[in-house]
C-alpha cells in the first residue's frame, strides 16, 4: 500500500465504521493526465447506489478537511464487483472453495496467471486447483510470489 493509500485509509476508515461498510480497497492512479482516487466498498448483503452515494459525500467531506493528496484528482466510490480484489488475510481465508484468479511476479510452471478454486491458504502459500485440459492439478503458490488475487467468475 503506498503513504497516499495508508493516509487515504486513516481518514476513511472511521466513517467507513460509522456507516457499517466494509472498505474492500483504496487505489490512487494516474490515468493520462487525470488523477482518480478509487475506494471500493461493500457491506452484508452488497452495496447500492445510495451507499456509494452516502458514503462518496462523506469521504469528499473529510478529504476536503484533511487531504493528503496535493493534485487534483477524481473520488470514485463503488462497489467491488463480482471479481473483487483478495488483499486482507481473512479475504483469503472467506475466499476458501471459491474460484480466484492469480497474477504472479514470477513464473510457476511456466505460468504468470492462474485461474482456478482456491483450496488452501497458510502463512506462506496458497494452493490453487486448475484445471488443465481434461484433469485437474493443485498448484502450490509462494505467497511472496503473488502480485494480485481477484475472485474470479468462471463458467
Same mark, same amino acid.
Given at each position: 500500500?503506498?503513504?497516499?493509500?495508508?493516509?487515504?485509509?486513516? %481518514?476513511?476508515?472511521?466513517?467507513? $465504521?460509522?456507516?457499517?461498510?466494509?472498505?474492500?480497497?483504496?487505489?490512487?492512479?494516474?490515468?493520462?493526465?487525470?488523477? @482518480?482516487?478509487?475506494?471500493? %466498498?461493500?457491506?452484508?448483503?452488497?452495496?447500492?447506489?445510495?451507499?456509494?452515494?452516502?458514503?462518496?459525500?462523506?469521504?469528499?467531506?473529510?478529504?476536503?478537511?484533511?487531504?493528503?493528496?496535493?493534485?487534483?484528482?477524481?473520488?470514485?466510490?463503488?462497489?467491488?464487483?463480482?471479481?473483487?480484489?483478495?488483499?486482507?488475510?481473512? $479475504? @483469503?481465508?472467506?475466499?476458501?472453495?471459491?474460484?480466484? @484468479?492469480?497474477?504472479?511476479?514470477?513464473?510457476?510452471?511456466?505460468?504468470?496467471?492462474?485461474?482456478?478454486?482456491?483450496?488452501?491458504?497458510?502463512?506462506?502459500?496458497?494452493?490453487?486447483?486448475?484445471?488443465?485440459?481434461?484433469?485437474?492439478?493443485?498448484?502450490?503458490i509462494p505467497r511472496d510470489k503473488i502480485a494480485k488475487v481477484?475472485?474470479?467468475?468462471?463458467?
Amino acid at each position: 500500500m503506498s503513504k497516499i493509500t495508508e493516509q487515504v485509509e486513516t %481518514i476513511i476508515q472511521p466513517i467507513m $465504521d460509522e456507516l457499517n461498510y466494509e472498505l474492500v480497497d483504496i487505489e490512487y492512479v494516474k490515468e493520462g493526465k487525470d488523477h @482518480f482516487l478509487r475506494i471500493s %466498498i461493500d457491506k452484508e448483503g452488497g452495496v447500492d447506489l445510495n451507499d456509494c452515494t452516502l458514503a462518496s459525500e462523506r469521504i469528499s467531506e473529510a478529504m476536503d478537511a484533511n487531504d493528503p493528496i496535493p493534485e487534483m484528482y477524481y473520488l470514485d466510490v463503488a462497489s467491488p464487483g463480482a471479481e473483487r480484489p483478495i488483499k486482507k488475510e481473512q $479475504d @483469503f481465508y472467506n475466499a476458501v472453495n471459491q474460484p480466484i @484468479f492469480v497474477s504472479l511476479y514470477l513464473p510457476i510452471e511456466g505460468s504468470k496467471e492462474w485461474l482456478g478454486v482456491l483450496k488452501s491458504v497458510d502463512d506462506d502459500y496458497i494452493v490453487v486447483q486448475v484445471k488443465i485440459k481434461s484433469r485437474t492439478k493443485d498448484i502450490e503458490i509462494p505467497r511472496d510470489k503473488i502480485a494480485k488475487v481477484r475472485h474470479a467468475v468462471m463458467l
